[in-house]
């Protein structure tokens, strides 16, 4: 649940070439409603900063107005609480602890970012949000997903995302991927990474549950695949929402 920077396993920069040439043939500008809040769920490694990265290219070439952020984070308090919450120590936060780090860091994210970027007319594409605390700490902490959704409609004052995206992967995958990233770039794996194997498969079903009970939110999609496929996949899904054309 750490850095934004993920192995898609896949060449990003062939997949924004093509996105250019496409967005020489269509053109959009919004829709009635004009600005959109979504959400990109899944283990890490699964390839959701390299869709955002696509999707930002999109909206770009629509001159479409738009942010991107990440939780935990997204402000100067929640990159502090972010610190916090995924620093290796010898006196880590406790279930319950970690719980609400998150929600204060989501409370002053929603506060200073996320509303007043949509009261502006513009797109939030955030690096996770609610269903993360669901996953992470309902599901694989076992705190509960009444308490978390109860903190979650606090710290959001009942703020939610119009879709979420889940880059479903295995967590074999998700650690190969993890692996290689440390190899190349040199970023350790955080408090939360370096979670055991079984903690990131009850995560990866608390993602899967998520999906199921509000399905019209969300977007599945197989995270094994190349990031330019899950793109289209992304493009055909907000096309259906009417949100581009």
Not at 68 to 73: A, F, L, S, V, W
Not at 80 to 104: G, H, M
Request: proline letters at 2%; aromatic letters at 6%; hydrophobic letters at 40%.
């Amino acid at each position: 649940m750490g850095t934004v920077n993920e192995d898609a396993g896949s060449d990003t920069s062939l997949c924004l070439a093509l996105t250019k040439i496409f967005m020489t043939k269509t053109k959009a500008y919004g829709t009635s409603k004009d600005m959109y809040f979504i959400a990109f769920e899944g283990l890490d490694g699964s390839g959701k900063s390299s869709l955002l990265q696509l999707l930002e290219s999109l909206l770009k070439s629509r001159a479409i107005d738009y942010v991107i952020t990440r939780e935990p984070g997204g402000t100067p308090l929640g990159d502090k609480i972010r610190d916090l919450i995924l620093e290796k120590s010898q006196n880590p936060p406790t279930a319950r602890t970690e719980l609400l780090l998150y929600e204060a860091s989501r409370a002053q994210h929603v506060d200073q970012l996320i509303r007043p970027a949509l009261q502006s007319k513009k797109w939030v594409l955030t690096d996770r949000f609610t269903a993360s605390s669901l996953a992470f700490q309902g599901t694989a902490r076992g705190i509960g997903w009444e308490k978390v959704e109860a903190l979650n409609h606090f710290a959001t004052d009942g703020l939610s995302a119009d879709l979420n995206v889940l880059l479903d992967l295995s967590v074999q995958e998700s650690e190969k991927r993890r692996k290689n990233r440390e190899a190349t770039s040199g970023v350790l794996a955080d408090r939360i990474e370096s979670e055991a194997q079984d903690f990131h498969q009850r995560v990866r079903q608390g993602f899967l549950q998520a999906a199921q009970v509000d399905a019209q939110k969300w977007l599945i999609l197989d995270a094994s695949k190349p990031s330019n496929e899950l793109f289209i996949e992304l493009q055909k899904k907000l096309i259906q929402l009417g949100w581009i054309s």
